[in-house]
């Protein structure tokens, strides 16, 4: 119900110097001017807007006195909610806050649900959607890059984005109207079907781009996942003990001894690193026939397969003492295409270097220049492979200014509305009816709606608003 005046505490659970009340909604006043006795006010009406009161906050049915303190009253639809609201700064004392909100609710507040303030500014139009929940990331970002990217979106930075982005689609949209109405016209057509394209592609571009700006935020904040990859038996858990200095991989002879993904947290040149020693790879084929004990590793390669979409980092760890660092440079080409796309996150490594040095690479898709020399076994190299890890990392989180933090549900509608743009250019202009083109052009306005709330429904609403904290 949106026409009911809301209550909560929004200061942090807990003793403080100070802790605010705050009411919202068409009887904050009143309830507040029923309850609140200035001290020394010199106006007929006592409570100005905007302006700092002292008094007491007053039980008139007992005549017991609350507290003490500060009351500030925004009219709407200048406060934050776009509604009335009344501000009590009261001492920070648990017992008080929660005898001042008795009080206004005895006096016809309600109790707000978590996140009720910032979903009434979102519904009064003060913030969209996305503004909404950068609210809840500036609340709870842990490091300063977090802060700042989660800034930019209350800002409406991502907001501007999809609005630029709305618009090229809806005058893509237009011209699949040209292509009806000048059906009879070639030179039109062609002129439209060329604008289209051309509009679509730079949507595709920004998209992506965006996704990009997000995936470096997330590093910041959450850190980056390295995944040790290559053949079994390579020394992927050998090394991974050696990066992390802690025996967390088991280490063994017979392949295929890592049964799960060990996950360990590194620091590599000051960036969190989420290290990832796999199952070793090979393709399911191999695995017959099909006993338990391959049952259980080939969920691993399953996993393994999930981690190369999600890696900032591949470290693909090969084996010196094989002649050409692999068993077999057809099957890890192959698992190399499953990583499609990885080359530019990958880091070659030649293991077991202590075994031998005349391993033939050049069948690699990267200079050999790439690869780091390492041996697990007597920790030579390792030090240059952490710096060639941190130098990889580095050259990913630069230019921090322009990070955008984005929450999943945002990359979600982005990449829906990107598959169907890209289904709509998949199409052969010419000979697809416009109405269809149409069509994918509205699904995608509709997801990039969805990011900004412009079309939103109370479960979507619920479900963003649900974690955040009352009084917010
Ligand atoms: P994974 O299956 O890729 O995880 O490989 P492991 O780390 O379990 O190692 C497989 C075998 O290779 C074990 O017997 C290790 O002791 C051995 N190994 C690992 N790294 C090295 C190395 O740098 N030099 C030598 N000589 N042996 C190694």
């Not at 605010?20 to 020394?40: K, M, N, T, Y």
């Not at 609340?139 to 930019?152: F, M, N, T």
């Not at 050998?238 to 280490?251: A, F, H, P, Q």
């Not at 290290?275 to 393994?304: K, V, Y």
Request: with cysteine.
């Amino acid at each position: 119900m949106r026409n009911d005046t809301i209550v909560a505490i929004s200061t942090p659970p807990g003793i403080g110097a100070l802790g605010i009340v705050r009411l919202s909604g068409p009887e904050a006043l009143d309830i507040a001017a029923r309850s609140f006795d200035p001290v020394g006010a010199r106006h007929a009406s006592p409570l100005q807007p905007r302006h700092a009161h002292f008094g007491r906050l007053v039980d008139h049915d007992t005549g017991e006195t609350v507290d003490e303190g500060i009351l500030t009253w925004f009219p709407a639809p200048n406060s934050y909610t776009g509604e009335d609201v009344v501000e009590m700064s009261l001492h920070g004392n648990p017992l008080i806050l929660e005898k001042a909100v008795g009080l206004l609710c005895r006096l016809g507040a309600r109790s707000a649900s978590p996140g009720e303030f910032t979903r009434r500014a979102f519904l009064n139009g003060k913030i969209d959607l996305a503004q909404s929940e950068a609210v809840a990331d500036i609340i709870g970002a842990s490091s300063e890059a977090a802060l700042r990217a989660a800034r930019r979106v209350k800002q409406g930075d991502l907001s501007r984005e999809v609005a630029n982005l709305r618009e090229e689609i809806i005058a893509a949209l237009g011209y699949t109207e040209a292509v009806i109405d000048f059906a009879e016209e070639p030179d039109v057509q062609e002129h439209a079907r060329v604008d289209i394209e051309t509009r679509l592609k730079k949507c595709e571009s920004m998209i992506t781009g965006l996704l990009a700006l997000h995936g470096k935020a997330r590093r910041l904040r959450e850190g980056s996942i390295a995944l040790l990859a290559g053949e079994p038996n390579v020394g992927k858990s050998s090394l991974m003990n050696r990066l992390t200095g802690r025996d967390v991989s088991i280490v063994h002879p017979t392949p295929g001894t890592t049964r799960d993904v060990v996950r360990e947290w590194i620091e590599m040149d000051g960036f969190p690193v989420e290290l990832h020693d796999t199952a070793g790879l090979r393709p399911t084929s191999h695995l017959s026939p099909l006993t338990s004990h391959d049952e259980i590793e080939s969920q691993g390669i399953a996993r393994t397969k999930d981690l190369f979409d999600q890696a900032d980092l591949i470290v693909w760890v090969l084996d010196a003492s094989a002649p050409r660092g692999v068993r077999s440079v057809e099957e890890f080409a192959q698992w190399m295409n499953q990583a499609n796309g990885s080359l530019a996150r990958s880091i070659f490594v030649l293991n077991k270097s202590d075994l031998g040095s005349t391993v033939d690479l050049s069948w690699l898709p990267s200079p050999s220049t790439d690869v780091v020399r390492v041996s697990a076994l007597t920790g030579e190299g390792v030090g240059n492979l952490r710096r060639a890890l941190g130098e990889k990392l580095a050259s990913g989180i630069q230019s921090n200014s322009e990070m955008l933090l984005l929450r999943p549900r945002h990359v979600q509608s982005l990449e829906m509305a990107r598959a169907s743009i890209q289904e709509c250019r998949n199409r052969p202009l010419g000979e697809t009816a416009p109405d269809l083109l149409a069509i994918d052009l509205r699904e995608a306005v509709a997801h990039l709606d969805e990011i900004t709330g412009t079309i939103s429904t109370e479960d979507l609403l619920d479900r963003v608003f649900s974690d955040f904290c009352v009084g917010k």
